[in-house]
């Protein structure tokens, strides 16, 4: 069973940034991995993927702020944030595709003056 650890949120002005990481315990072939976000209120939503050769997609809200990258060697993933808008508070989580795990705990990122 694979087990995701989120970590690297909190509270930053609009404009600031962020570096979230996601340690994956469990397997070392995970196909894809993924961010997901959940805002108060709403669904969980994809924010960005990499896949195992290292290609990657970012939903339109955060395409050219938000970069995930992936360190095969650690098992971890990392979503470096920037030009962080108050749209964009919410838990972030990450998991993996196309198989899905148990969700982690996740980590709050609260964008806010």
């Known amino acids: 069973q694979v087990q995701f650890v989120e970590s690297g949120g909190g509270l930053v002005q609009p404009g600031g940034s962020l570096r979230l990481s996601c340690v994956a315990s469990g397997s070392t072939n995970l196909w894809r991995m993924e961010w997901y976000r959940q805002p108060p209120g709403n669904q969980r939503e994809?924010?960005?993927?990499?896949?195992?050769?290292?290609?990657?997609f970012y939903a339109d809200s955060v395409k050219g702020r938000f970069t995930i990258t992936r360190d095969y060697g650690k098992n971890t993933a990392y979503l470096e944030m920037n030009s962080l808008q108050p749209e964009d508070t919410a838990v972030y989580f990450c998991?993996?595709?196309?198989?899905?795990?148990?969700w982690g705990q996740g980590t709050q990122v609260t964008v806010s003056s």
């Open positions: 998991n993996s595709s196309p198989t899905k795990y148990r």
């Open positions: 994809l924010v960005a993927t990499i896949t195992r050769d290292g290609a990657t």
